[in-house]
């Protein structure tokens, strides 16, 4: 067992790059990991940014070249951030170079480039190097607390749930073009940023694949303004997407996602009801479990999760102490060295990553064929 530093290079620094620095600069001051973390090499394209962004982040050093970045020998773990057109040639770069890859969700741009990701992960960690896909909402405390009582059984059988993954910062059709917005670059619009998250929880919560989808899809804003001065850019994803599932072993589910739901800034929420009792959270109170059984259902009961026998919470406050967003980054953080030191591959793994993007491909078939299609 190594105890010399973990050394990270991480590509992309935007929002989910700073998002994952703080997370590596945090996790190994909270949790008891057995090698420090060296935030050691930090990629972007522009280098006057990306060396301002280096300084502010707290990265040793700065580059514009994730080919030789993934290359290097005094490199561990590459951390991915970068838009999802370009996760398939750095992931299958590092996963080749020997480096665990953490990346930002969705896996791939489409199929093809997921399925190129799952298939190196898979040869990699023949060989022991890791793999891991960025859905943070699963470190939210509560949500794995959901995730243990409907395992343990309390909820009873799972009959169905409604889960929907709404905002509304792309609701001014002022708002400008971006790789968002763009098919090539990040896939498709809601159903890739947005819905990737809510089947992946679907997956997680139930243990669960959902097997057909029925969907209906909208693109509201069909052209941005060109962020350099040009003509109103068409936009060709979607903006907002909804669809009904059926889950093996029975279940059913409705899922909604939305990036034009005016007043609704990140709105994740759901609902889950077995024949024992049900469940519903709220990201915006994400310290807070809705539960209560078929006994007592009127009174269905709102529990904090805070204490130190719930999910991560032992390293943090006293019971009552919140968390907020940027833990769930920490804790993937810390899942992921955790993971790395037992050998242990970490969950959700590129494999996980092209099941999703298999769910995501039938809900825009059937958004095109106007039938119910089956996953896969
Ligand atoms: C933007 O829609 C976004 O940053 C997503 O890309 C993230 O996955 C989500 O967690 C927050 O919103």
């Not at 989910?16 to 590596?24: E, K, P, Q």
């Not at 098919?183 to 809601?190: E, F, L, P, Q, R």
């Not at 060109?226 to 899922?255: M, N």
């Amino acid at each position: 067992v190594s105890t010399s530093p973990l050394r990270i290079a991480m590509i992309g620094h935007a929002f989910m790059g700073a998002a994952h620095s703080h997370a590596w600069r945090t996790v190994g001051r909270v949790f008891e990991l057995d090698r420090p973390i060296d935030l050691r090499l930090l990629c972007g394209r522009d280098p006057v940014a990306t060396a301002a962004s280096a300084a502010r982040l707290g990265w040793a050093e700065h580059g514009t070249d994730w080919r030789q970045a993934v290359e290097r020998d005094d490199i561990d773990v590459v951390d991915i951030c970068t838009p999802v057109g370009s996760h398939a040639d750095i992931a299958v770069a590092a996963l080749a170079a020997g480096k665990h890859v953490l990346c930002e969700k969705p896996l791939g741009l489409d199929l093809a480039a997921a399925q190129r990701m799952a298939t190196a992960a898979e040869r990699a960690q023949a060989a022991g190097t890791l793999n891991l896909l960025g859905h943070n909402y699963r470190r939210v405390p509560a949500l794995a607390r959901l995730r243990d009582l409907v395992e343990g059984g309390e909820l009873g059988t799972v009959r169905h749930l409604r889960i929907a993954y709404l905002q509304d910062w792309g609701a001014d059709a002022e708002v400008p073009m971006s790789w968002r917005f763009r098919a090539a670059d990040g896939g498709s619009g809601a159903l890739a940023d947005l819905g990737s998250h809510i089947v992946d929880l679907t997956h997680f919560l139930t243990g669960r694949r959902l097997t057909t989808v029925s969907a209906l899809r909208r693109t509201f804003v069909t052209d941005r303004p060109d962020p350099d001065g040009g003509p109103r850019v068409p936009v060709d994803v979607d903006d907002a997407v909804w669809w009904t599932a059926e889950l093996d072993g029975g279940a059913v589910a409705s899922f909604e996602v939305s990036r034009v739901a005016t007043g609704r800034r990140n709105g994740l929420e759901l609902e889950i009801f077995g024949d024992r009792g049900s469940a519903a959270f709220d990201l915006q109170r994400l310290n807070e479990l809705d539960v209560g059984g078929t006994a007592d259902a009127a009174a269905r009961r709102r529990v904090l999760v805070t204490e130190p026998t719930d999910p991560y919470l032992a390293a943090w406050w006293p019971p009552g102490h919140v968390l907020g967003w940027d833990h769930t980054f920490v804790h993937q953080a810390r899942d992921f060295v955790a993971a790395i030191a037992d050998g242990v591959p970490p969950s959700p793994g590129f494999a996980d990553g092209l099941a999703i993007q298999q769910v995501l491909t039938a809900v825009g078939r059937s958004a095109d064929t106007g039938r119910r299609e089956v996953v896969g």
